[in-house]
């Protein structure tokens, strides 16, 4: 009789035995299997939405800047060399290869003004590519939409004493207020932002760029090839990420991942003593069928062997269940419970992995009872006869 046909008689025999290894298994590989998936998603997700939530990437004018004294007094730098960025330039970063990685490019030119007898900074943004970059502005009134509109900051509209739908006046022009920012702890709440063709004209520098603000959504690619890119095409310009975003999103993701791959090891530490449990259990039941076999003439290879094949057998499909029960928890709590956007892709590699874990799991827990199956004295099996 083949070794095979022992086992799986011995499976048919013990079906509820079985069947409970195959859920144990189930339960922890198909936990796995939700939590990676659901890991993964987020993770596209989470990043999305960080990236989002600012540029992560400056280009400014690269140039050389030079440390000034006289005597033993620093009267500041001077920079020397400085090059330009144009309008030319925030068109040629979308030329780039990992230009769908690019969300928003929002060219600026900033200097100093002044508006009814006050210094203020004025920005000029290209008005929808600055909504790109800046979703996480709130402010009273609307954003500006055209040419005849100007945002102000929390600071300058205080010291002013405008309120949205004002009037001011700026180089000579009409404009109105469409709205004003809430506080933001940050130089937004000293500026006055207009249309970018406006401020060009007021400053008579048409075509010229200060900054330049780049958001890109870096799922699937590292900032820095973006990063290099940006600086083949503009060899005159300083391109540099911006790390707090960068570090902000990386930190976020490890920790979900981490998580996740936390409460998985620990599920399966679980079910793979419930399962060695189980197999031992097993082996005590089955001692006067494994002292027979040794009686005549099997050796302790041939149990082992005997042992080990129906915890592949039941190994293997519950692997198979547990990534089935995992894919589709993933798809229905991905929604309902954990509100993804998007359902969570079934990813036909991660059964493969489901199984080859599952199998790897039920033999290193099958390993010990096989091993002491076939110890078992053949003598004891017949005295409980």
């Known amino acids: 009789m083949q070794l095979r046909n022992i086992a799986l008689g011995s499976l048919k025999r013990r079906r509820s035995r079985a069947a409970f290894v195959v859920a144990a298994l189930a339960l922890g590989v198909g936990t796995l299997v939700a939590l990676v998936s659901l890991t993964r998603a987020m993770q596209g997700e989470i990043g999305d939405e960080l990236d989002r939530f600012g540029a992560n990437i400056v280009v400014t004018p690269k140039a050389t800047t030079l440390d000034l004294a006289y005597g033993h007094v620093g009267i500041g730098g001077l920079t020397v060399d400085a090059e330009e960025l144009t309008e030319q330039d925030a068109s040629a970063i979308r030329t780039i290869p990992h230009r769908r990685n690019i969300s928003a490019v929002a060219p600026k030119l900033i200097g100093t003004t002044e508006l009814h007898g006050e210094a203020v900074l004025l920005v000029g943004v290209n008005l929808h590519q600055e909504r790109g970059v800046k979703s996480w502005w709130r402010f009273d009134g609307r954003y500006p939409e055209s040419p005849g509109d100007v945002l102000l900051g929390a600071e300058v509209a205080q010291r002013l004493h405008t309120a949205p739908d004002a009037r001011v006046r700026l180089d000579g022009r009409d404009l109105s207020v469409a709205g004003v920012l809430h506080p933001t702890g940050a130089i937004d709440d000293r500026a006055v932002f207009a249309d970018l063709g406006l401020v060009q004209q007021i400053f008579g520098r048409p075509g010229a760029l200060t900054v330049i603000e780049v958001s890109a959504l870096c799922r699937g690619c590292p900032i820095e090839d973006i990063v290099a890119q940006i600086g083949q095409v503009l060899p005159h310009a300083r391109v540099a990420p911006i790390r707090?975003?960068?570090a902000a999103r990386e930190q976020a993701v490890g920790q979900m991942t981490r998580f996740a791959y936390l409460v998985s090891a620990i599920v399966l530490l679980a079910a793979g003593l419930v399962?060695?449990?189980t197999l031992l259990a097993s082996v005590s039941e089955r001692t006067q069928e494994i002292g027979i076999l040794r009686a005549?003439?099997?050796r302790q290879s041939?149990?082992?062997r005997v042992i080990l094949i129906e915890v592949l057998i039941v190994s293997a499909l519950g692997?198979?269940?547990?990534?089935l029960a995992g894919a589709a928890g993933a798809h229905f709590?991905?929604?309902?419970?954990?509100?993804l956007s998007a359902p969570v892709p079934v990813d036909g590699w991660l059964a493969v992995w489901a199984v080859a874990l599952s199998v790897?799991?039920?033999l290193a827990s099958g390993a010990y009872p096989a091993l002491r199956a076939s110890r078992l004295d053949p003598a004891q099996a017949f005295r409980q006869v």
């Open 319 to 323: 692997g198979l269940a547990g990534w």
């Open 333 to 339: 709590f991905g929604r309902t419970l954990w509100q």
């Open 302 to 304: 041939h149990v082992v």
């Open 275 to 277: 399962i060695m449990t």
């Open 360 to 362: 790897v799991l039920g």
């Open 296 to 298: 005549v003439g099997f």
């Open 244 to 246: 707090q975003a960068v």
